[in-house]
């Protein structure tokens, strides 16, 4: 699309524009002013509101690739990752989430663990390659469910960490463009 003024669309158009664009075979025209925008293609006419204001700078939160990225398949991470979830909380207290410690030791193996509170406790070993330094971090379950699905099966993942407080980036092999950030709990 050339010359397209910036907006901002709410949700549920994009939903339905995501579902009739799939399916459509023609081209899209678009047009967008200050209060409306609208997509015109084959017989169909969407109308929607723009959402005031500016899209913040999203970049400003996505961390630098570092130097040493852990390097692991998607489902080596989302399996173990999963075992010990499913093994925490599993009579379903009160407990809203489930914390995931993640250790990463260079040329040795790694672990994902977790406690609960009742007190039990799970750790599996993963594969991966990693060359920095020892570090652990902690991520939600569910967050990171969440985030590696979006992800392909077979993809080969790369997470940078800086430090055990410091956003998590996820990038693919599969997906260049797509980048994906997890904010790390307390270990």
């Not at 969407?46 to 996505?62: D, F, H, K, L, M």
């Amino acid at each position: 699309v050339e010359n397209l003024p910036p907006a901002i669309l709410p949700g549920k158009a994009i939903g339905h524009l995501r579902k009739l664009l799939g399916k459509a075979q023609a081209e899209v025209t678009v047009t967008i002013s200050h209060s409306a925008a609208e997509f015109r293609f084959a017989e169909t006419e969407i109308r929607t509101a723009v959402v005031e204001g500016e899209y913040p700078n999203y970049q400003r939160v996505i961390p630098p690739e570092q130097d040493a990225p852990i390097q692991c398949a998607r489902d080596a991470l989302m399996e173990p990752a999963g075992a010990v979830a499913g093994i925490l909380n599993i009579e379903g207290d009160k407990l809203k989430f489930r914390k995931l410690v993640v250790e990463m030791k260079a040329d040795q193996e790694h672990e994902i663990s977790g406690r609960d509170s009742g007190g039990a406790c799970a750790q599996e070993p993963f594969g991966a390659e990693y060359s920095g330094g020892p570090v652990s971090f902690a991520i939600n379950h569910e967050v990171a469910r969440g985030v590696l699905g979006v992800f392909g099966e077979s993809a080969k993942l790369s997470l940078s960490i800086a430090d055990p407080g410091a956003p998590l980036l996820v990038m693919s092999d599969k997906d260049p463009d797509l980048a994906a950030v997890i904010m790390p709990m307390k270990v």
